[in-house]
């Protein structure tokens, strides 16, 4: 039997309730090192030496620099599209809606998630089928996600069920909520204008594209 130390002292194998923990260490180095340098430049050795892992340790669990790449992308879209637990401030539908828009913008502009973002995109020559996945992940489950939290927003307002908000029809109103609100921005800061500028512009983009949006489900 393996245990973390033998009887003699040796190191062994960590147990189970640690190698999470290694992973999100490797992943954590690997997320730094992609970040700084991009994924030509990024060595798995500078990712070890981050991560106080050896090689060996980071191949057992990730064949190829290809592979944590795709690890720390996949990784990092889950947990930016983890929106179940948003409650949305307001007394109104409206302002409900434009605090849950608020909070997207918010989530989606931390520099990680566009460094991130950017070094996907340079990569999709290299690996297309890879950012076309996680893109097509990221996207479903941000809709599902917001889909529920606008569908919850409808249901307290009596407005559950009906036209834009039926259950046929809320994923495609989420879709619509997403592109109008989120990726119109998102688009701009990837291209690369400044994100203070942006984050000042966020509360009137919001409340014009909740009107919008309002205007053409209700």
């Not at 130390?5 to 730094?32: M, W, Y």
């Not at 828009?101 to 991130?116: K, M, N, P, S």
Request: glycine fraction near 6%; charge should be positive.
């Amino acid at each position: 039997m393996v245990a973390s130390k033998t009887a003699r002292g040796k190191v062994g194998r960590p147990p189970l309730e640690r190698a999470g923990e290694v992973e999100e260490r490797i992943l954590d180095a690997a997320k730094t090192v992609f970040l700084a340098n991009g994924f030509e430049g990024a060595s798995v050795d500078e990712i070890a030496q981050t991560a106080r892992a050896g090689k060996p340790t980071i191949y057992a669990r990730f064949p190829s620099k290809a592979a944590l790449f795709a690890a720390v992308i996949a990784r990092h879209a889950a947990r930016n599209t983890q929106y179940e637990n948003l409650v949305p401030q307001g007394r109104t539908f409206r302002a409900r809606l434009i605090s849950l828009g608020l909070t997207l913008i918010e989530r989606a502009f931390v520099e990680d998630t566009i460094g991130l973002m950017r070094t996907a995109i340079a990569e999709n020559p290299r690996f297309p089928e890879l950012t076309l996945e996680i893109q097509d992940t990221a996207r479903k489950r941000a809709t599902c996600n917001v889909s529920h939290a606008i569908g919850e927003l409808a249901r307290a307002e009596g407005l559950a069920g009906k036209g834009a908000f039926s259950a046929d029809r809320i994923e495609d109103s989420a879709r619509i909520f997403l592109d109008l609100v989120v990726f119109a921005v998102l688009i701009r800061s990837l291209l690369g204008e400044d994100m203070r500028n942006l984050k000042k512009e966020a509360q009137a983009h919001v409340e014009k594209r909740v009107d919008f949006f309002l205007a053409a489900t209700t």
